[in-house]
């Protein structure tokens, strides 16, 4: 079984079959040869709560795009044309910069991120 616990910055509240609960993190998990993984609260007393969410494994992806838009900022037409400009222009389509690419702006006003993707050719990924 392959598995990847978060750990939350503060706790939070979760609702289960019986009541409410604290939420430390959560746990996401795949057994060998399942069509899902299982997504479950971690409570205050380190242990996964009762409570379960599957998703199959085909529209992970898709959850994670959708966690992205959710939380984070979209980039503007300037900004993806620039970083298309700079980063992904000549790359011979190593580096690709989608329409919908998200931002994570920092604190100071020197710049921004724009999420990318980066292609690793076979014989490079530690296969």
Known sequence: MKTKRIMFAAPR???????????????????????HIAIEPVTSRGITGRCCIEVPTDDTLQLAEAIQE???????????????VLYASGSDNDIEIDDNAITSRGEDAGGIWVSAWVWLPDGNNGK
């Open 13 to 35: 509240g979760f609702v289960g079959r019986n009541g409410t609960f604290v939420a430390t993190g959560v746990e996401i998990s795949r057994l060998e040869n399942q069509s």
């Open 70 to 84: 959710v939380c984070g900022d979209k980039a503007t037409p300037e900004e993806i044309i620039l970083a298309r």
